[in-house]
């Protein structure tokens, strides 16, 4: 991430040349409101929706515009050149910031931190995954609505806030929700140097049994023990090696969204109020069956990042060496979708295909043992998301 701005530039033209005849430009209108004043003529807007706009540029001016939003905005994408008016303008009649989260290149996705992430990987431990599944299983539900529901994200709170208790530019927080009484649980570390840049790495705290949830019983041990006891994994090694990223990094535990993805689109409604810059998501939802006898990880294409979704294929050829694919879901599965929506790259690297889901998901027999009795599958996605923070935030 060292040559971030020439490189982000050098991505973006070479995009554009792929498509030597895109010249229809679809971009943000507040990145189009700065952009202006730099651009060598005057430039008409074609047509206009969803906070952002249509423009006709030539290839030169398109490269241009790149260098300047880097340049003046310190941001990335943020811009797609189209290859007709009709396609630039149905891209953003349909879909406004969900398109853009879903097509724009959002940051630099070079792998140059190996000296870093191959020894984290080389830490990460199945026990100890396996052993948070089994505390968490032990609910008798996380329901967002139950008393055990409340308990059990307080004690997701407590052990992060026990992994990072050295660490003085880490803190651990519940994030109440005003509808609800099942808090959701953020961990920050403090970027040392773009702090104000953010990567996060989420899974979902809650389970549910059943239609309606209440006190019926919900181990929830694939669905999503397994997604936080991974991202525990991750905060266990990056804090007994005292890794201290340039960018910050939140990890994330999301009160229910087994009931709509409520506790997600209320964070990422609010940092989308806010402007926070947001550069990568990954959601983790379901880690521990492996379902799929020819794939160990499989990206849902739908409600995702393209570019970030290829950048997690290459962290897992190089640091975690398993097959693996796409699939998709076919609707707003997870809390993934919340942050697609808010117009932030998201992406859900998944323990199967689609067609070889865990039936037992939603039951009481969702379980650790009728999921294989052992956290390796889980420990797979440990390692990824070890090389996607390291990598996105240094
Ligand atoms: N973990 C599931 C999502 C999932 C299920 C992904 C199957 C891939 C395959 C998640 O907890 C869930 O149950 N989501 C709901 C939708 C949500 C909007 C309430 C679902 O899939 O019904
Ligand atoms: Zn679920």
Same mark, same amino acid.
């Given at each position: 991430m060292?040559?971030?701005?020439? +490189?982000?530039?050098?991505?973006l033209?070479?995009?554009?040349?792929?498509?030597?005849?895109a010249?229809?430009?679809?971009?943000?209108?507040n990145v189009?409101?700065?952009?202006?004043p730099? +651009?060598?003529?005057?430039?008409?807007t074609l047509?206009?929706?969803?906070?952002?706009?249509?423009?006709?540029?030539?290839?030169d001016?398109?490269?241009?515009?790149?260098?300047v939003?880097?340049?003046?905005?310190?941001?990335?994408?943020?811009?797609?050149?189209?290859?007709?008016?009709?396609?630039?303008?149905?891209a953003?009649?349909?879909?406004? =910031?969900?398109?853009?989260a879903?097509?724009?290149i959002?940051?630099?996705y070079?792998?140059? *931190?190996?000296?870093?992430?191959?020894?984290?990987v080389?830490?990460?431990?199945?026990?100890?995954i396996?052993?948070?599944?089994?505390?968490?299983?032990?609910? $008798?539900?996380?329901?967002y609505?139950?008393?055990?529901?409340?308990k059990?994200?307080?004690?997701?709170?407590?052990?992060w806030?026990?992994?990072?208790k050295?660490?003085?530019?880490?803190?651990?927080?519940?994030?109440?929700?005003?509808?609800?009484?099942?808090?959701?649980?953020i961990?920050t570390?403090?970027?040392?140097?773009?702090?104000?840049e953010?990567?996060?790495?989420?899974?979902?705290?809650?389970?549910?049994?059943g239609?309606f949830?209440?006190?019926?019983?919900?181990?929830?041990?694939?669905?999503?023990?397994?997604?936080?006891?991974?991202?525990?994994?991750?905060?266990r090694?990056?804090?007994q090696?005292?890794f201290?990223?340039?960018?910050?990094? *939140?990890?994330?535990g999301?009160?229910?969204e087994?009931?709509g993805l409520?506790?997600? &689109?209320?964070?990422?409604? $609010?940092?989308?109020?806010k402007? &926070?810059?947001?550069i990568?998501?990954?959601?983790?939802?379901?880690?521990l069956?492996?379902?799929?006898?020819?794939k160990?990880?499989?990206?849902?294409a739908?409600?995702?990042?393209?570019?970030?979704?290829?950048?997690?294929?290459?962290?897992i050829?190089?640091y975690?060496?398993?097959?693996?694919?796409?699939?998709?879901?076919?609707?707003?599965?997870? =809390?993934?979708?919340?942050w697609?929506?808010?117009?932030?790259p998201?992406?859900?690297?998944?323990?199967?295909?689609?067609? =070889?889901i865990?039936?037992?998901i939603h039951?009481?027999?969702d379980?650790l043992?009728?999921?294989g009795? =052992?956290?390796?599958?889980?420990?797979?996605?440990?390692?990824l998301?070890?090389?996607?923070v390291v990598?996105l935030? $240094?």
């Amino acid at each position: 991430m060292k040559k971030i701005m020439g +490189l982000i530039a050098l991505t973006l033209s070479a995009s554009v040349l792929a498509a030597p005849k895109a010249q229809w430009v679809t971009v943000d209108n507040n990145v189009l409101a700065k952009i202006r004043p730099k +651009l060598n003529k005057s430039v008409q807007t074609l047509y206009s929706a969803q906070g952002a706009s249509v423009v006709k540029l030539s290839q030169d001016e398109i490269e241009g515009l790149s260098h300047v939003i880097h340049n003046e905005l310190h941001r990335c994408g943020g811009f797609i050149a189209h290859e007709s008016f009709e396609e630039a303008q149905n891209a953003l009649s349909f879909q406004g =910031d969900m398109y853009f989260a879903k097509s724009a290149i959002f940051t630099d996705y070079t792998i140059d *931190q190996s000296n870093i992430v191959a020894p984290l990987v080389a830490q990460v431990e199945e026990p100890s995954i396996r052993s948070m599944i089994e505390k968490l299983s032990n609910f $008798n539900t996380r329901f967002y609505k139950s008393e055990t529901g409340i308990k059990s994200s307080e004690f997701i709170r407590d052990t992060w806030s026990e992994l990072s208790k050295h660490r003085s530019d880490v803190k651990v927080e519940l994030y109440k929700h005003s509808s609800w009484p099942q808090a959701s649980i953020i961990m920050t570390i403090q970027g040392s140097e773009k702090s104000d840049e953010i990567v996060i790495v989420g899974g979902h705290a809650d389970s549910i049994s059943g239609m309606f949830g209440g006190n019926s019983r919900a181990p929830g041990a694939d669905d999503n023990a397994s997604g936080i006891a991974t991202i525990t994994e991750v905060i266990r090694v990056l804090m007994q090696n005292d890794f201290k990223p340039k960018r910050t990094i *939140q990890f994330m535990g999301y009160a229910a969204e087994e009931v709509g993805l409520l506790g997600s &689109k209320d964070i990422a409604g $609010n940092y989308k109020n806010k402007s &926070k810059k947001v550069i990568g998501v990954m959601q983790l939802d379901m880690t521990l069956n492996k379902g799929t006898a020819d794939k160990d990880i499989v990206m849902m294409a739908d409600y995702t990042n393209g570019a970030q979704n290829e950048f997690l294929g290459k962290l897992i050829d190089e640091y975690v060496k398993v097959p693996w694919g796409y699939s998709r879901c076919g609707y707003g599965c997870s =809390d993934h979708a919340s942050w697609t929506a808010a117009g932030y790259p998201a992406s859900i690297p998944f323990e199967s295909t689609m067609e =070889d889901i865990n039936r037992k998901i939603h039951t009481p027999q969702d379980t650790l043992q009728s999921a294989g009795g =052992d956290a390796k599958h889980a420990a797979k996605f440990a390692k990824l998301a070890t090389a996607f923070v390291v990598e996105l935030a $240094n």
